[in-house]
Protein backbone atom coordinates (compact mmCIF):
# COMPACT_ATOMS: atom_id res chain seq x y z
CA UNK A 1 0.00 0.00 0.00
CA UNK A 2 2.76 2.21 0.70
CA UNK A 3 4.30 2.05 -3.42
CA UNK A 4 4.01 5.18 -5.40
CA UNK A 5 2.41 2.90 -8.17
CA UNK A 6 -0.51 1.60 -8.33
CA UNK A 7 -0.49 -2.07 -8.21
CA UNK A 8 -2.87 -4.93 -8.91
CA UNK A 9 -2.85 -8.43 -9.30
CA UNK A 10 -4.98 -9.68 -12.55
CA UNK A 11 -5.85 -13.31 -13.19
CA UNK A 12 -5.63 -14.81 -16.70
CA UNK A 13 -9.26 -13.41 -17.20
CA UNK A 14 -7.64 -9.91 -16.25
CA UNK A 15 -9.88 -9.86 -13.38
CA UNK A 16 -8.56 -7.71 -10.36
CA UNK A 17 -7.79 -9.84 -7.43
CA UNK A 18 -5.57 -7.58 -5.56
CA UNK A 19 -4.75 -3.76 -5.56
CA UNK A 20 -3.08 -1.30 -3.25
CA UNK A 21 -4.34 2.07 -1.91
CA UNK A 22 -2.88 3.70 -4.96
CA UNK A 23 -4.58 1.58 -7.44
CA UNK A 24 -7.92 2.21 -5.85
CA UNK A 25 -7.42 6.06 -5.19
CA UNK A 26 -5.81 6.10 -8.91
CA UNK A 27 -9.36 4.99 -10.53
CA UNK A 28 -11.62 7.33 -7.89
CA UNK A 29 -13.11 3.55 -6.24
CA UNK A 30 -13.88 1.49 -3.75
CA UNK A 31 -11.95 -1.50 -2.65
CA UNK A 32 -15.78 -3.08 -3.09
CA UNK A 33 -16.10 -1.85 -6.29
CA UNK A 34 -12.60 -2.65 -7.58
CA UNK A 35 -12.28 -6.25 -7.08
CA UNK A 36 -13.69 -8.33 -9.64
CA UNK A 37 -12.99 -6.10 -12.34
CA UNK A 38 -11.13 -6.09 -14.99
CA UNK A 39 -8.34 -3.60 -15.38
CA UNK A 40 -9.49 -1.20 -17.44
CA UNK A 41 -12.64 -1.12 -16.12
CA UNK A 42 -11.08 -0.77 -12.42
CA UNK A 43 -8.71 1.99 -13.47
CA UNK A 44 -11.32 3.77 -15.39
CA UNK A 45 -10.41 3.15 -19.16
CA UNK A 46 -12.79 5.05 -21.38
CA UNK A 47 -12.88 2.33 -23.72
CA UNK A 48 -13.76 -0.59 -21.46
CA UNK A 49 -17.56 1.86 -21.70
CA UNK A 50 -17.71 1.60 -25.49
CA UNK A 51 -18.41 -1.91 -25.57
CA UNK A 52 -21.41 -4.33 -23.08
CA UNK A 53 -18.45 -7.00 -22.99
CA UNK A 54 -15.68 -4.46 -20.74
CA UNK A 55 -12.40 -4.50 -21.56
CA UNK A 56 -10.37 -6.13 -23.98
CA UNK A 57 -13.66 -6.10 -26.31
CA UNK A 58 -13.55 -2.59 -27.73
CA UNK A 59 -11.75 -2.23 -30.83
CA UNK A 60 -8.83 0.13 -29.49
CA UNK A 61 -8.59 -2.36 -27.01
CA UNK A 62 -6.61 -4.16 -30.08
CA UNK A 63 -3.71 -1.80 -29.61
CA UNK A 64 -3.87 -0.77 -25.64
CA UNK A 65 -0.35 -1.50 -24.60
CA UNK A 66 -1.11 -2.44 -20.54
CA UNK A 67 -4.03 -5.20 -22.11
CA UNK A 68 -0.70 -6.64 -24.67
CA UNK A 69 1.75 -6.43 -21.65
CA UNK A 70 -0.61 -8.47 -19.06
CA UNK A 71 -1.28 -11.10 -22.27
CA UNK A 72 2.10 -11.39 -22.98
CA UNK A 73 2.97 -11.81 -19.84
CA UNK A 74 0.87 -14.79 -19.52
CA UNK A 75 2.38 -15.89 -22.78
CA UNK A 76 6.10 -15.86 -22.36
CA UNK A 77 6.00 -15.98 -18.37
CA UNK A 78 8.08 -12.97 -18.10
CA UNK A 79 7.13 -9.54 -17.09
CA UNK A 80 7.78 -6.29 -18.94
CA UNK A 81 9.47 -3.02 -17.50
CA UNK A 82 8.61 0.61 -18.27
CA UNK A 83 6.38 0.50 -21.06
CA UNK A 84 5.43 3.85 -22.00
CA UNK A 85 1.87 4.57 -23.52
CA UNK A 86 -1.22 7.20 -23.33
CA UNK A 87 -4.14 6.02 -21.91
CA UNK A 88 -7.40 7.40 -21.56
CA UNK A 89 -9.40 7.46 -18.07
CA UNK A 90 -12.74 8.52 -17.63
CA UNK A 91 -12.05 10.73 -15.03
CA UNK A 92 -8.59 11.99 -15.59
CA UNK A 93 -8.79 12.21 -19.43
CA UNK A 94 -5.73 10.99 -21.50
CA UNK A 95 -2.94 10.36 -19.23
CA UNK A 96 0.68 9.21 -20.39
CA UNK A 97 2.00 6.04 -17.61
CA UNK A 98 4.23 3.87 -17.46
CA UNK A 99 3.34 0.06 -17.23
CA UNK A 100 5.35 -2.85 -15.71
CA UNK A 101 4.08 -6.32 -15.43
CA UNK A 102 5.69 -9.42 -13.69
CA UNK A 103 4.68 -12.98 -13.93
CA UNK A 104 4.02 -15.30 -10.83
CA UNK A 105 2.45 -18.87 -10.61
CA UNK A 106 0.57 -19.13 -6.71
CA UNK A 107 -1.38 -22.11 -5.99
CA UNK A 108 -1.43 -23.34 -9.24
CA UNK A 109 -3.06 -19.78 -10.02
CA UNK A 110 -1.27 -17.68 -12.75
CA UNK A 111 -1.46 -14.30 -11.99
CA UNK A 112 0.08 -11.22 -13.11
CA UNK A 113 1.13 -8.04 -10.75
CA UNK A 114 0.82 -5.03 -13.08
CA UNK A 115 2.47 -1.41 -12.11
CA UNK A 116 1.04 1.70 -13.44
CA UNK A 117 2.38 4.57 -12.91
CA UNK A 118 1.56 8.32 -13.99
CA UNK A 119 4.44 9.90 -15.85
CA UNK A 120 2.81 13.14 -17.07
CA UNK A 121 5.10 15.24 -14.41
CA UNK A 122 7.79 13.81 -16.13
CA UNK A 123 6.48 14.18 -19.43
CA UNK A 124 5.67 17.63 -18.72
CA UNK A 125 9.66 18.12 -17.54
CA UNK A 126 11.16 16.66 -20.62
CA UNK A 127 9.37 18.88 -22.97
CA UNK A 128 10.24 21.91 -20.97
CA UNK A 129 14.32 20.33 -21.31
CA UNK A 130 13.15 19.98 -24.85
CA UNK A 131 12.04 23.73 -25.52
CA UNK A 132 14.50 24.67 -23.54
CA UNK A 133 17.40 23.25 -25.49
CA UNK A 134 15.45 24.25 -28.50
CA UNK A 135 15.27 28.00 -27.65
CA UNK A 136 19.46 27.81 -26.28
CA UNK A 137 20.37 26.07 -29.98
CA UNK A 138 18.15 29.29 -31.56
CA UNK A 139 20.05 31.76 -29.72
CA UNK A 140 23.15 30.58 -30.39
CA UNK A 141 22.44 30.38 -34.48
CA UNK A 142 20.79 34.04 -33.55
CA UNK A 143 24.01 34.75 -32.52
CA UNK A 144 26.16 33.86 -35.08
CA UNK A 145 24.03 35.09 -37.95
CA UNK A 146 24.36 38.54 -36.16
CA UNK A 147 28.01 38.28 -36.18
CA UNK A 148 28.13 36.94 -39.53
CA UNK A 149 26.16 40.13 -40.98
CA UNK A 150 28.38 42.16 -38.22
CA UNK A 151 31.75 41.63 -40.89
CA UNK A 152 30.20 43.23 -44.35
CA UNK A 153 28.62 46.00 -42.40
CA UNK A 154 31.63 46.46 -40.48
CA UNK A 155 33.92 46.88 -43.60
CA UNK A 156 30.88 49.01 -45.35
CA UNK A 157 31.05 51.56 -42.62
CA UNK A 158 35.23 51.99 -42.73
CA UNK A 159 35.02 52.04 -46.09
CA UNK A 160 32.31 54.54 -46.09
CA UNK A 161 34.59 56.17 -42.69
CA UNK A 162 37.36 56.72 -45.54
CA UNK A 163 35.57 58.02 -48.39
CA UNK A 164 34.64 60.90 -46.28
CA UNK A 165 37.66 61.62 -45.39
CA UNK A 166 38.21 62.24 -48.93
CA UNK A 167 37.65 65.85 -49.39
CA UNK A 168 36.63 66.22 -52.66
CA UNK A 169 33.16 64.25 -52.85
CA UNK A 170 30.03 65.68 -53.90
CA UNK A 171 27.68 67.26 -51.43
CA UNK A 172 24.92 64.73 -52.62
CA UNK A 173 27.32 61.46 -52.22
CA UNK A 174 28.45 63.04 -49.16
CA UNK A 175 24.74 63.49 -47.44
CA UNK A 176 23.92 59.71 -49.08
CA UNK A 177 27.13 58.25 -47.57
CA UNK A 178 26.37 59.27 -44.36
CA UNK A 179 23.10 58.03 -44.45
CA UNK A 180 24.27 55.02 -45.16
CA UNK A 181 26.90 54.96 -42.77
CA UNK A 182 23.75 56.03 -39.94
Not at 48 to 76: H, I, L, N
Not at 112 to 129: G, N, P, T, Y
Request: proline letters at 3%; charged letters at 25%; one cysteine or more.
Amino acid sequence: DNLPSAIIVVNRDRRVLLANQMAVAFASKSKEEFFGLRGGEALGCVNSRTVPEGCGFAPACEFCKMRQAVMDTFEARRGHAGIESEMAFVDLGPLPVRVSTNYLRLQDQELVILALEDVSEQKMQEQIRLENARLRVAAEIAAAVCHEMNQPLMAISGMIGLLMMDGDIEDSTQNLMRIVKE
